[in-house]
T-cell receptor
Framework: AQTVTQSQPEMSVQEAETVTLSCTYD???????LFWYKQPPSRQMILVIR????KQQNATENRFSVNFQKAAKSFSLKISDSQLGDAAMYFC??????????????WGAGTKLIIKP | GAGVSQSPSNKVTEKGKDVELRCDPI?????LYWYRQSLGQGLEFLIY????????KSGLPSDRFSAERTGGSVSTLTIQRTQQEDSAVYLC????????????FGQGTRLTVV
């Protein structure tokens, strides 16, 4: 069964600095999606960045980038120039490929990111 | 609509009562998903719909849970005879299609069973 592990329950970073959140996963599939979602106190999950496993190039979205290491099954999120609005829970998620009827996202336990002003 | 809308935002209910949670997905999205998030934890997948059909109900925690979707739009998650362990945030998401990579989430319903 696929699993997603986030080993950092909480991280803190000084405003304007860079922080990296870790995520590892376990799967026997070769094709899949990986996501980072942000959940602020409003509770709404907001997609930060996504990566298709077949793409070797790391995804980037403005200040957010990933380090995707397929062989190591690692998918870390780097946030550059941290801002106060980045404070939230961050969840790593894996999406099963289109097999059978299983389309669910599998989630890590989350990392709480604290931004220090 | 502009985004996924869930109601109520918060619900407090007495143990043993039935509750109904509603999800209004983004217009045109054929796929809809329900998740449960317990305090301080990640999301637990409950069920998904393709149109009005839910092919796999094995993620529902017990037979007290049921879900339906009508008109390919609004979905309701019903919990009968609520228990304290049902207390959680219930999140709904929708996507353009089942194999669309991105799901858009609502703000969830916080259910508290007292």
């Amino acid at each position: 069964a696929q699993t997603v592990t986030q080993s950092q329950p909480e991280m803190s970073v000084q405003e304007a600095e860079t922080v990296t959140l870790s995520c590892t996963y376990d799967t026997s599939e070769s094709d899949y999606y990986l996501f980072w979602y942000k959940q602020p106190p409003s509770r709404q999950m907001i997609l930060v960045i996504r990566q298709e496993a077949y793409k070797q190039q790391n995804a980037t979205e403005n200040r957010f980038s990933v380090n995707f290491q397929k062989a190591a099954k690692s998918f870390s999120l780097k946030i550059s120039d941290s801002q106060l609005g980045d404070a939230a829970m961050y969840f790593c998620a894996y999406r099963t490929p289109r097999t059978g009827s299983n389309y669910q996202l599998i989630w890590g336990a989350g990392t709480k990111l604290i931004i220090k002003p | 609509g502009a985004g996924v809308s869930q109601s109520p935002s918060n619900k407090v209910t007495e143990k043993g009562k039935d509750v109904e949670l509603r999800c209004d997905p983004i217009s045109g999205h054929t796929a809809l998903y329900w998740y449960r998030q317990s305090l301080g934890q990640g999301l637990e997948f409950l069920i998904y719909f393709q149109g009005n059909s839910a092919p796999d109900k094995s993620g529902l925690p017990s037979d007290r849970f049921s879900a339906e979707r009508t008109g390919g739009s609004v979905s309701t998650l019903t919990i009968q005879r609520t228990q304290q362990e049902d207390s959680a945030v219930y999140l709904c998401a929708s996507s353009l299609a089942l194999d669309s990579g991105e799901a858009f989430f609502g703000q969830g319903t916080r259910l508290t069973v007292v």
